[in-house]
């Protein structure tokens, strides 16, 4: 079974400033994608960004980029020059390449506030 | 932005109704996804679907059932609802291939059973 940990209910960020949003996991398998989708509020939920297990390279997205530690099984997003847009429910997500039907496993999220 | 329809957005409704949420998507996505979520809190994962006539229970136990008899659509039904069934329900679906898919997601069904 694998789990998904997000340690930090809130957090707040002053505009233009950098947030990093933890995110720990656990499987026992080695072929594995990790994401981060978005959350704005009433709206729809979107991918932000995504990891390939296998890949040392970080992914970037813009002003988006993950520092992904696969010994320590870590997977942090960091938002750079934060904007008011930005505002949202944060969510890791894990999938393990065998996993039955592609399925998703989420952690609980992360509430972040971007303040003007 | 992703393809994928829910209504209604808004539902009140009450006790002992029988309920349909629809989902629909325009992508020829093969892998459906409902999802059950509390104001706030994390997503479980109640039915997925590999394709047509293919449905299968998720990681939470939903008194809920589901069908899929074309590709496009994945309604949700409930038979009786009860206000335990008060929650948001998310729909999402994914192309074949590699596990990098991405699920995309529709805007949800806000359900409040009296």
């Known amino acids: 079974a694998q789990t998904v940990t997000q340690s930090q209910p809130e957090m707040s960020v002053q505009e233009a400033e950098t947030v990093t949003l933890s995110c720990t996991y656990d499987?026992?398998?080695?072929?594995?994608?990790l994401f981060w989708y978005k959350q704005p509020p009433s709206r729809q939920m979107i991918l932000v960004i995504r990891?390939?297990?296998?890949?040392?390279q970080n992914a970037t997205e813009n002003r988006f980029s993950v520092n992904f530690q696969k010994a320590a099984k870590s997977f942090s997003l960091k938002i750079s020059d934060s904007q008011l847009g930005d505002t949202a429910m944060y969510f890791c997500?894990?999938?393990?390449?065998?996993?039955?039907?592609?399925?998703?496993?989420f952690g609980g999220g992360t509430r972040v506030l971007v303040k003007p | 932005e992703a393809d994928i329809y829910q209504t209604p957005r808004y539902l009140v409704i009450g006790t002992g109704k029988k309920i349909t949420l629809e989902c629909s998507q325009t992508m020829g996505h093969d892998k459906m996804y409902w999802y059950q979520q509390d104001p706030g809190m994390e997503l479980h994962l109640i039915h997925y679907?590999?394709?047509?006539?293919?449905?299968e229970k998720g990681d939470l136990s939903s008194e809920s059932t589901v069908s899929r008899i074309r590709t496009e659509h994945f309604p949700l039904t409930l038979e009786s609802a009860r206000p335990s069934h008060t929650s948001q329900y998310l729909c999402a679906s994914s192309a074949s291939g590699t596990a990098n898919q991405p699920q995309h997601f529709g805007d949800g069904t806000r359900l409040s059973i009296l």
């Open positions: 499987t026992s398998e080695n072929n594995y994608y």
């Open positions: 997500a894990l999938r393990v390449a065998r996993a039955a039907g592609n399925k998703l496993t």
């Open positions: 990891q390939e297990a296998y890949k040392q």
């Open positions: 679907s590999y394709g047509v006539n293919s449905t």
